[in-house]
């Protein structure tokens, strides 16, 4: 029998970069915008607490409902953020020129998106428990399912289920090309933070071109095996 094809993180990296260049101006702006949107409720948030503080202490029950409110806009927010980038940076790595109103196209799985990381941190977490390497396993085999969800219409379950198989015949190679692509988004963020407005959009393309290698492969072996 021929021996698996390997997963190669130079290629993911150059495929990504490349992703990443194609739709910059729209990706970067994204973030930005989201980073000011967060940066805003956050600012409101902390303005309310010290008025309460100062002012008016016996409305802390009524402004808690208020700040409850913020902090779950804040929550939909993100989920629409990782899910506009996801899909911008798979779109970007399979060679399409995006505009912005295009981010938006899979808003949709927002709610598959939250079952996702329910069921997936549930699940490395109870992996933790039992032993811990099952769940350092699982925490790298669901990493592409964000990517599957936004890839074709499927539920969270199956999307963490073709992460994990996707993964799995190239788990240690992968568990490398993630900690680069980690050390790729800090080395941003200490640029002054600024540099993360590029960096985070550049990892989820990275991710992306990981994601899309993966298919590859898994297309390619599973060829192989049926001429054999």
Same mark, same amino acid.
């Given at each position: $029998? ?15 970069? !490349? ?11 994204? /973030?930005? %915008? ?38 779950? %806009? ?12 996801? =899909? ?7 060679? +399409? ?8 196209? !899979?808003?949709? +799985?927002?709610? =598959? ?7 997936? /941190? ?24 964000? $990517?599957?969800?936004?890839? !074709? ?7 963490? /289920?073709?992460?994990?198989? %996707? ?10 090309? %993630? ?26 393309? $990275? ?22």
């Amino acid at each position: $029998m021929a021996s698996a094809i390997s997963f190669q993180a130079g290629k993911a990296f150059r495929a990504g970069w !490349k992703g990443f260049s194609r739709n910059a101006g729209v990706l970067v702006g994204f /973030t930005v %915008l989201a980073a000011v949107v967060l940066g805003l409720l956050q600012a409101i948030q902390y303005g309310l607490v010290a008025a309460v503080v100062v002012n008016n202490p016996d409305a802390v029950g009524g402004v808690s409902l208020l700040l409850f409110g913020i902090a779950l %806009l804040q929550a939909i927010v993100g989920l629409i953020y990782s899910i506009a980038l996801l =899909n911008g940076g798979l779109r970007s790595v399979r060679g +399409e020129s995006l505009a912005f109103s295009d981010l938006f196209s !899979k808003v949709t +799985e927002v709610p =598959n998106l939250i079952g996702l990381q329910i069921f997936g /941190t549930l699940a490395v977490l109870l992996g933790s428990l039992a032993f811990v390497i099952p769940g350092v396993y699982l925490g790298v085999a669901y990493v592409f399912a964000g $990517m599957a969800l936004v890839d !074709k219409p499927q539920s969270f379950v199956d999307a963490l /289920t073709l992460s994990r198989r %996707l993964v799995t015949p190239h788990w240690f190679d992968i568990t490398i090309f %993630l900690l680069v692509v980690i050390g790729i988004i800090l080395l941003g963020y200490l640029a002054i933070l600024i540099g993360g407005f590029v960096s985070v959009p550049v990892g989820f393309c $990275m991710i992306a071109a990981g994601y899309q290698q993966l298919l590859v492969l898994a297309d390619n072996n599973n060829q192989t095996d049926s001429v054999e």
